[in-house]
């Protein structure tokens, strides 16, 4: 998993990788939701995206094992 | 072609190299941002990029507008990681047979990178460090193509 912008000041980590990940992105969420509530708070605001793999998803989708999940602030562009 | 780097790069010989071996195109041009200083504090940038990801998504854009313009080809060339004021930030160059679309092409892809692109951008200050969020006019600008 990564984040990005804010959402890494807000968990005190960038980057982490889990064992055994759940297979839904909104489980995944909820379990770090519930590790950090204020993590859980900033990836529900408006306009932060989901990217697996490298490609934005929409919505709620499956979790193939050994997937890169990031989360995307939104973008300031350059 | 898009290029991430954290190292410097001189606009000047950038737009020699895309100039050069082109035998159908008759007009390139050219923008060069520049990192300011925020009324005079110093101030360090730093961007954040997501390696893969970013050039990936902004080469979609450019080859859109490649494609809407007429463009023969493109160059862009952004740094990522800090950045002092006055140092060279951004570089787009666009290529095409005559200069009405070139001009667009710049314009529009300039407008995307400022507003749309995926790059997250911190301030580094007197006062500490924030993260920047785009302009009122960064956003206008860009749905000007929309």
Same mark, same amino acid.
């Given at each position: ?7 890494? /000041? #807000?968990?005190? !980590? ?9 297979? +839904?992105? @909104?489980? *995944? ?9 204020? *993590? ?12 697996? %793999?490298?490609?934005? #998803?929409?919505?709620? #989708? ?9 989360? *995307? ?6 | ?11 000047? $010989? ?30 360090? *940038? ?12 902004? &080469?979609?854009?450019?080859?859109? $507008?490649?494609? +809407?313009?007429?463009? %023969?080809? =493109?160059?862009?060339?952004?740094? #990522?990681?800090?950045? @002092?004021? &006055? ?11 005559? +200069?009405?679309?070139? =001009?667009?092409?710049? /314009?529009?892809?300039? /407008? ?18 924030? !993260? ?5 006019? %960064?956003? $206008?600008?860009?749905?000007? !193509?929309?």
């Amino acid at each position: 998993m990564l984040l990005f912008g804010r959402l890494a /000041d #807000v968990a005190g !980590w960038s980057e982490r990788t889990i064992e055994a990940p759940p297979t +839904r992105l @909104s489980a *995944l969420m909820d379990m770090l939701a519930k590790d950090d509530p204020n *993590l859980g708070e900033a990836l529900a605001a408006k306009g932060v995206r989901v990217a697996i %793999d490298k490609v934005v #998803v929409n919505g709620n #989708v499956d979790l193939a094992p050994g997937a890169e999940v990031a989360f *995307l602030p939104p973008m300031s562009g350059g | 072609m898009i290029r991430l780097q954290t190292e410097p790069f001189e606009p000047g $010989a950038l737009l020699t190299g895309f100039c050069e071996g082109r035998s159908e195109t008759g007009a390139v041009v050219s923008f060069t941002g520049l990192a300011r200083a925020s009324a005079g504090a110093v101030t360090t *940038l730093e961007l954040e990029a997501y390696p893969g990801f970013t050039e990936a998504e902004i &080469g979609r854009i450019a080859e859109s $507008a490649k494609a +809407r313009f007429g463009l %023969d080809d =493109f160059l862009i060339v952004h740094r #990522v990681g800090k950045i @002092s004021p &006055g140092e060279a930030i951004v570089f787009v160059a666009t290529a095409s047979g005559h +200069r009405r679309a070139a =001009f667009e092409a710049a /314009d529009q892809l300039m /407008d995307y990178l400022k507003s749309r692109a995926p790059f997250w951008k911190k301030e580094h200050g007197p006062d500490g460090e924030r !993260w920047i969020e785009p302009t009122a006019r %960064d956003l $206008a600008d860009a749905e000007r !193509w929309d």
